[in-house]
């Protein structure tokens, strides 16, 4: 019997690493020489990994891996949260891609369902966050990984400034199990201002001849917030964070959840709230939580990932936020989703489409969008023991049994029972169940968050509570009493609406003590982005899409 | 442009004193107008006329109409209501606003 060999890992990894030879000087190497490099490191049949979430982008090296040939690229199994660039697009068009493994596909979506249709995209799964980086350590680790960093010093340590993000996610399991972690870095410099990544995790290293892509994705100006939104969100403050006294929360991104935090200083503070909810957030570093900050209300944020502008405003205040000793500001993508998931009372975000049954995506036929982080943190945390005033009071209202957790997880869906354009956002069966989708998945519909995980549906109508519902029936009646004159609305029976408004499932903007008349755009803490760089004292530094004086 | 009429049935409105009438919205693109008025030809009617720029959605206007006459008592009123395209969910919001406005002492 010929002994089996249990450092075969290792020892390619050398092999892969003579080939390089002169192409690098110790860890660095020139920009021209990617491609050709590229080719040396990566075999057939490799598990790849690309960094790149919906912020921020290894781009240059996915660029240059989007111009190798099928005979320099192959049978490749690609993994990588977020497909968003026009290269990632260009190895499927290609076919080098054997199977792909990710999470989100936010401006890709048309183009990941047009070569779902096609029959060119072999997808693996679509994940969550955690869920795919929970798979770098299991059956998806990355025989190579190609990053993105802010600088990086003569050693090779890197410096990931406010967009560490998901990059220690993805070098950890690489680095240790004797994969190649390949970094582009906006520059070389001798010193850097804190180590996000040791040297010794990090083989190659180029410095690009741009710097890496960021979007400024949760940067939401205040001058397109409506009334209908302000009315939301003064339903959604004395109904569900006053009621439950939130302490701990996230907040998805969208305008709702903007409104919420600008009517924190003002319409939060009419009511008495201040330092009774709404302490601790894991979110990112968004403008418009800057009243909310300045004002006193905030005791600390943590984030997944940085927001562009915000670097001065961070660092000057290093009490909120997790910063480096420099007051660089610090990310983390799974230990962000970690956070969401089982340190906070509540998760609260809009959505594209719920149907009858509370199950709400993102999906239509010609988009396919996958899922992110949002599932991570819009799901009831089962393994979650410590209690808080929240977590027992929606627990004691889903009535739990002898053999169920006894709290529960405020998991609010925010939305506009209307999108633009008339588009209904209650619909009858969510068109993730369309059976080409759910076929290409592998038999399951991309839900993003599932009926049995929300407790509250929140409209311009009013409330539904739906962990206070008995039944799917009752459920479904109090999804209908609040979906406004959408066709699921348009089904509810007066009567059942009557019932349950009758036992506080259901409850109107005027069962709350919310008056229509005092809906008005002055309660915004801010009125555009210039009041938020107002209210930052200058320390804001909106990119300039977002200014226009 | 689409054009119509209907009552309502609905609890009589107590009329605070001094108040005639009501107005939520502007007439503008996207949004609409409320007026809510007193209609001394009835305490148990509310009376809508609705124009619209945007045709079609008649029975979606009778539904949120019949719906806010049986949730908020509204007989004795007279309601017009100008539409310039505005979203479904404006709708009943300029409803409620026109009214608390009109029942606020």
């Not at chain 1, 050709?36 to 240059?60: H, S, V, W, Y």
């Not at chain 1, 697009?89 to 290609?94: G, N, Q, S």
Request: with cysteine; charged share 20%; hydrophobic share 40%.
């Amino acid at each position: 019997m010929s002994p089996v060999i249990q450092d075969s890992r290792r020892r390619n990894k050398a092999e892969r690493m003579r080939r390089v030879g002169r192409l690098a000087t110790g860890k660095f190497v020139s920009a021209k020489s990617v491609p050709e490099l590229l080719k040396r490191i990566i075999e057939p049949g490799d598990i790849l990994c690309l960094e790149g979430d919906n912020q921020k982008q290894a781009d240059f090296l996915a660029n240059q891996l989007a111009t190798l040939g099928k005979k320099d690229l192959r049978d490749i199994h690609l993994v990588m949260s977020c497909i968003t660039l026009p290269a990632h697009i260009e190895l499927f068009k290609k076919g080098v891609i054997r199977q792909v493994d990710f999470c989100y596909a936010g401006p890709q979506g048309q183009a990941v369902a047009q070569l779902l249709a096609d029959g060119k995209f072999p997808l693996g799964a679509i994940h969550t966050y955690n869920e795919i980086y929970s798979r770098y350590y299991v059956d998806l680790t990355p025989r190579v990984a190609l990053i993105a960093a802010a600088q990086a010093d003569r050693q090779g340590n890197l410096f990931l400034a406010a967009n560490t993000e998901e990059t220690p996610a993805i070098v950890e399991p690489t680095a240790f199990s004797d994969g190649i972690v390949f970094a582009q870095v906006n520059e070389i410099v001798d010193s850097i201002p804190r180590i996000d990544i040791p040297a010794d995790q990090v083989d190659l290293i180029v410095e690009a001849p741009y710097p890496m892509h960021l979007t400024a994705l949760f940067t939401r100006d205040p001058a397109a917030i409506t009334d209908v939104q302000i009315l939301m969100a003064m339903i959604a403050l004395r109904g569900i964070y006053q009621e439950y006294e939130v302490q701990s929360l996230n907040h998805g991104v969208g305008f709702n959840t903007a409104a919420i935090e600008l009517l924190l200083p003002t319409y939060g503070e009419q009511l008495g709230l201040k330092g009774k909810i709404c302490k601790y957030w894991m979110v990112n570093p968004l403008p418009t939580m800057i009243p909310a900050i300045e004002s006193g209300w905030v005791d600390g944020v943590f984030s997944v990932g940085g927001e562009v502008g915000m670097e001065r405003y961070t660092a000057a205040r290093s009490d909120i936020f997790f910063t480096g000793r420099d007051g660089s500001f610090h990310s983390n993508r799974a230990m962000g989703q970690l956070a969401g998931h089982y340190g906070v009372d509540m998760f609260i975000g809009a959505t594209l489409q719920i149907d009858v049954n509370g199950n709400s995506s993102t999906v239509s036929k010609t988009r396919i969008t996958g899922f992110g982080g949002a599932p991570n943190m819009g799901c009831q945390p089962m393994g979650r023991r410590h209690p808080t005033k929240a977590w027992l009071k929606a627990g004691a209202e889903s009535n739990p049994g002898p053999g169920s957790i006894p709290g529960r997880k405020l998991v609010v869906q925010l939305a506009e029972t209307f999108q633009s354009g008339r588009v209904p956002t209650f619909v009858e069966e969510l068109d993730a169940q369309d059976p080409g989708i759910k076929k290409a998945l592998h038999g399951v519909a991309p839900v993003m968050i599932y009926g049995d995980d929300v407790t509250h549906v929140v409209t311009e109508e009013g409330i539904a509570n739906l962990a206070a519902c008995r039944t799917i029936g009752e459920r479904r009646a109090a999804i209908r009493g609040v979906a406004g004159y959408t066709p699921v609305g348009l089904k509810r029976s007066m009567r059942e609406t009557r019932e349950l408004r009758s036992r506080g499932i259901i409850r109107l903007p005027e069962d709350l003590g919310v008056s229509p008349s005092e809906v008005s755009r002055s309660l915004l803490a801010a009125q555009d982005i210039k009041g938020l760089v107002r209210w930052s004292g200058g320390l804001y530094d909106p990119p300039a899409q977002f200014v226009d004086w | 442009m689409e054009k119509f009429a209907k009552s309502f049935s609905s609890k009589p409105l107590a009329w605070p004193r001094g108040k005639q009438w009501a107005l939520a919205g502007v007439v503008g693109s996207g949004n609409l107008e409320v007026l809510i008025e007193r209609n001394s030809k009835t305490t148990d009617q509310m009376e809508c006329i609705v124009e619209s720029s945007i045709p079609g959605y008649k029975s979606s206007w009778l539904a949120a109409l019949g719906d806010f006459a049986a949730n908020y008592p509204s007989g004795g009123t007279k309601v017009t209501i100008h539409d310039q395209g505005a979203d479904p969910i404006v709708v009943t919001f300029r409803l409620r606003q026109a009214y608390d406005h009109l029942i606020k002492p």
